[in-house]
């Protein structure tokens, strides 16, 4: 008779055994970590660079607006006649086209297109005052455009001095300081609006009509002012009024002390864009020929009058963007190339994109 099989003694788990289990949880811990850490860094990658492409969908369609709207004049054509009533007056503001021609930057409407090339000692032309804090090694492009929707004159001028009569729009459309284009097919004129309100008057018939007065009286506040209240023609009804300006790009630092900026300046006021743009660089597409089509790009330094300036009928434009995310010990060896200049490498472990734009300005062309 077999008697019963004696009890094993249990034995709890061996030093080896633990250090195995350790070892294979760690192991799976290491993987877990790392799985987390490229998804996290993928995320933030994505992230950064859906952030940049916005940036470069807006900045592409804000800077196409304003050079697609450079030298504007409804339905006037490039060669029309136009009267400049700004201050100072052009008889005795010097040679050349005088019915165009201004002293001050902020008003030089002769030029659709004028810029600014950076040099190793500062800028070809030399910056006027009215831009400041550029980024060294930065070109700075700009435009005279239209800024608002066009309104339209309602009533004949009984002088060619007269107020002009529009439409009483809310809000209103103009304000005196503004510098404004009256403009029909046979002609215009440039002037600063000295003053807008609401007013009314009987028609024919007697029945109070109420319309918006724009006045441009010769006066020399706020600057430039007017030299003179004639416009040179009657403007009838449905000439247009177009707000105009000038309208500068240009690389400043960030408001929030983030780094390079694309900046927006119209006349005085500066309006930050988009950040993370570090360089723009800028060529003039030259009409050698008369024939409205660029026969090649050239810097700005290359354009030195008006009538070169005049010769311009498109721009291309080239901009570093910078993604906002940063990795530690990352960097970019690789230089980029905007229009022949060389900027890089860096070695902040940002990922960068050079956007490249030929924008034609669509009222120099044929």
């Known amino acids: 008779m077999i008697g019963p099989r004696p009890m094993r003694k249990l034995a709890g788990l061996g030093l080896i055994e633990v250090m195995i289990a350790m070892v294979i949880g760690l192991v799976l811990l290491a993987g877990i970590y790392r799985v987390y850490l490229t998804t996290a860094r993928t995320s933030v990658t994505t992230e950064s660079l ?143 609006a000295s003053g807008y309100t609401v007013a009314s008057s009987n028609n024919s018939l ?68 988009a950040e993370g743009v570090e360089n723009l660089q800028v060529l003039y597409g030259d009409d050698s020929d008369g024939d409205r089509v660029p026969d090649v790009y050239r810097p700005a330094s290359a354009f030195t009058t008006s009538d070169a300036w005049r010769r311009v009928v498109s721009v291309r434009v080239a901009l570093l963007v910078a993604g906002s995310t940063r990795r530690a010990g990352s960097n970019d060896p690789h230089t980029f190339d905007l229009l022949g200049v060389s900027v890089g490498p860096f070695n902040d472990g940002r990922l960068r994109r050079v956007v490249t734009l030929t924008l034609a300005l669509r009222n120099r062309l044929p």
């Open 206 to 273: 007697g029945v109070p009509v109420s319309y918006g007065n724009v006045v441009h009286n010769a006066v020399s506040s706020p600057t430039p002012g007017n030299w003179t209240q004639d416009l040179g023609r009657k403007f009838s009804a449905g000439a247009q009024l177009i707000r105009i300006g000038t309208v500068s790009y240009l690389i400043r630092n960030s408001a929030r002390g983030s780094g390079p900026a694309l900046w927006r300046v119209v006349d005085d006021q500066a309006q930050e864009v």
């Open 50 to 192: 859906a952030a940049r492409q916005e940036a470069i969908r807006y900045i592409s369609e804000r800077i196409g607006q304003d050079v697609r709207m450079a030298g504007y004049r409804g339905c006037l054509s490039d060669t029309g006649e136009i009267r400049n009533a700004l201050n100072p007056n052009p008889a005795t503001a010097g040679s050349g086209r005088t019915e165009f021609t201004h002293s001050d930057f902020r008003y030089r409407y002769d030029r659709y297109a004028e810029g600014f090339d950076a040099t190793a000692s500062g800028w070809s032309p030399a910056l006027p005052s009215s831009l400041t804090n550029v980024v060294a090694g930065t070109d700075v492009l700009t435009v005279r455009a239209s800024l608002a929707a066009d309104v339209f004159v309602i009533q004949d001028m009984a002088t060619t001095s007269a107020d002009l009569r529009i439409n009483p729009l809310s809000p209103a459309p103009l304000a005196a300081g503004n510098i404004v284009m009256v403009s029909d097919c046979s002609g215009a004129a440039i002037f600063q």
